[in-house]
C-alpha cells in the first residue's frame, strides 16, 4: 500500500469512527425510546468528525492527530489519553465510595475499576513481554 494511500485512509479514520459511533447513539437512541439522545448524540459525533477534518486545514495538532505521521504530536497524545485514563479511573474509584457510603454496593463502579485494573497489568505484562 502506498504511503499517500496510508495517510489517506488514516486521515478518515477518526472522522469514520465518529459516525459509526453516532450511528451506533443513534440507532440506540431510537430503539430505546429516547430520540432526543438518539439525535443529540449522532449530532455531537457528526460535528466532532467534521470538525477534526475542518481544524485539520488550519491545526498542526489536528492535523498530526489525524494523519499520525509526526511523532511529538503522537507523544503528546499518548500522555494526553494517560491523564484521561487516570481521571476516569479516580472518578470511577471516588464514585464507587460515594454509593457505599450511600448505602448501595458500589456496582457497577467496583466493575468498571476491575476492568481497568485487570486491563492495565495485562497491557503490561503484554508491553514487557514484547521489549
Not at 19 to 33: F, S, T
Not at 42 to 50: D, N, Q, W
Not at 98 to 108: F, L, R, T
Request: net charge positive.
Amino acid at each position: 500500500m502506498s504511503t499517500a494511500k496510508r495517510c489517506l485512509q488514516s486521515r478518515w479514520a477518526t472522522p469514520v469512527v465518529c459516525l459509526v459511533a453516532g450511528l451506533a447513539y443513534l440507532g440506540a437512541g431510537l430503539a430505546g425510546g429516547e430520540p432526543a439522545f438518539a439525535w443529540v448524540g449522532f449530532g455531537i459525533m457528526v460535528v466532532f468528525g467534521a470538525a477534526m477534518l475542518a481544524a485539520s486545514r488550519f491545526s498542526e495538532t489536528a492535523k498530526g492527530l489525524l494523519d499520525r505521521r509526526d511523532e511529538r504530536i503522537n507523544a503528546l497524545d499518548r500522555d494526553a489519553t494517560v491523564i484521561a485514563g487516570v481521571v476516569v479511573i479516580l472518578a470511577i474509584l471516588v464514585m464507587a465510595i460515594v454509593e457505599i457510603a450511600q448505602g448501595e454496593d458500589g456496582s457497577p463502579y467496583f466493575q468498571l475499576a476491575a476492568l481497568a485494573g485487570v486491563s492495565y497489568a495485562v497491557a503490561l505484562l503484554w508491553l514487557r513481554w514484547r521489549r
